[in-house]
């Protein structure tokens, strides 16, 4: 039987995250999100992560006024919970979907990282944006990062992936659906018991392709500016002359729409 997305990965999750190149990420967007609201300090601002995880951002921004972390798999919130469990400064929590979020509360950020934002289909797009400018604060930004549609096609695509380790295994199996705009991934771990037999199990994620272009007429609908930056290091760019040459193309974007001046 085929489980949904994060309920087998979540066991192993941090297995494959809990890297430098990772931290590297969530450091940067956290650096960002400071330098935006240059005239206040962490302990000021209110946020709002969405698809949080296991916490590997969420534990960044404690020094924060308030977080508030949702995500839709109970799974990855439990492995979440173990690690803040003797913490003094904790998370509020959520098991929620996003776009089925109802909060009085506003923030002053709203930000998802790691891929969160290619899980919203092209005909849900419109209704993130309008849902985190509804979430934010005057001045709030709505930050995310996604993966390009260069990485979606051409990296992964119809590959395959796959690779064992002392405990598990896993098989990672990429199909690209052109009709969707879409990659979907079986993911099938196999998990070595206490009698040596190995427990298999599959979920399954669906990840949709969006252009930046399309990414950016869509947020400016809702929000009065943005900055858009093509690697961890936030590099800025011109918006017009992204194209793929010899060397290379962008893996990811990482963009920041603000509501208001």
């Known amino acids: 039987m085929i489980q949904d997305r994060y309920t087998v990965l979540a066991s192993v999750y941090d297995f ?6 990772t931290d590297r990420i969530y450091k940067s967007q956290k650096k960002e999100l400071l330098n935006l ?5 962490a302990s000021e601002l209110d946020v709002l992560e969405v698809g949080c995880g296991t916490g590997r951002m969420t534990l960044k921004l404690l020094d924060f006024k308030s977080v508030t972390a949702i995500d839709a798999s109970s799974e990855m919130l439990s492995v979440l919970e173990t690690k803040i469990r003797k913490l003094e400064n904790k998370p509020f929590l959520l098991q929620t979907d996003f776009l089925e979020l109802e909060f009085t509360k506003k923030f002053d950020i709203v930000i998802m990282c790691l891929d969160v934002f290619n899980y919203f289909s092209r005909d849900e797009v419109q209704k993130v944006f309008e849902k985190a400018q509804l979430l934010l604060n005057d001045g709030g930004v709505f930050a995310f990062d996604f993966s390009s549609e260069y990485k979606l096609r051409d990296e992964l695509g119809d590959n395959t992936i796959a690779q064992d ?9 990429n199909s690209l659906n052109e009709e969707l705009q879409c990659v979907n991934f079986d993911f099938t771990l196999f998990e070595r018991q206490d ?19 399309d990414v950016i007429a869509e947020g400016r609908l809702f929000f009065d500016s943005y900055t858009v930056y093509k690697d961890y290091i936030l590099e800025s760019f011109d918006l017009d002359k992204i194209h793929c040459d010899e060397d290379g193309c962008p893996d990811r974007y990482y ?4 509501k208001g001046k």
Do not use: C, P
Request: glycine share 2%.
């Open 195 to 213: 009698n040596g037999l190995y427990r298999k199990s599959t979920e399954r994620h669906r990840q949709y392709i969006h252009k930046l272009s």
């Open 37 to 41: 609201f240059s005239d206040r300090k």
């Open 16 to 21: 494959f995250f809990n890297d430098d190149y």
């Open 255 to 258: 963009v920041y729409f603000k």
């Open 165 to 173: 380790f002392d405990d598990f295994a896993f098989i990672w199996e």
